[in-house]
C-alpha cells in the first residue's frame, strides 16, 4: 500500500515538473 502511494506520489511531481519544464520553455521562446 505504501509503494503504491509513493508511486503515485512520484508519477504526480513527474508530470508537474515536465509541465513547469514547458512553461518555462515556452516563455525562453517567446521572449
Do not use: A, C, N
Not at 505504501?2 to 512520484?10: A, C, F, I, N, R
Not at 508519477?11 to 513547469?20: C, D, E, I, V
Request: zero cysteines; proline letters at 0%; glycine letters at 10%.
Amino acid at each position: 500500500m505504501g509503494d503504491q502511494t509513493t508511486l503515485t506520489v512520484k508519477s504526480q511531481f513527474w508530470h508537474l515538473g515536465r509541465l513547469l519544464i514547458r512553461t518555462f520553455e515556452g516563455k525562453h521562446h517567446y521572449s
